[in-house]
């Protein structure tokens, strides 16, 4: 089952949101594959600083 996640990510020493469906992992490469409204995007592990499920009601 394929669900909406946002990620709180830490980039050019900002705290970002990204809301998208996780479509892949690479753990070579340590990155994963987030699909947004307007593309795929790579995510680095350790720009990772918080993840959640988005709700149905959000």
């Known amino acids: 089952m394929q669900k909406l ?4 990510l830490w980039h050019q ?5 990204q809301v998208g ?7 070579y490469k340590k990155q994963l594959l987030l699909e ?5 995007k790579h995510i680095t592990f350790d ?4 993840a959640s499920l988005v709700d149905a009601d959000d």
Request: proline fraction near 0%; charge should be positive.
């Open 47 to 50: 720009m990772i600083r918080k």
């Open 13 to 17: 020493n900002k705290l970002l949101g």
């Open 21 to 27: 469906l996780i479509t892949g992992t690479d753990v």
């Open 36 to 40: 947004t409204d307007l593309s795929i």
């Open 5 to 8: 996640v946002k990620l709180m």
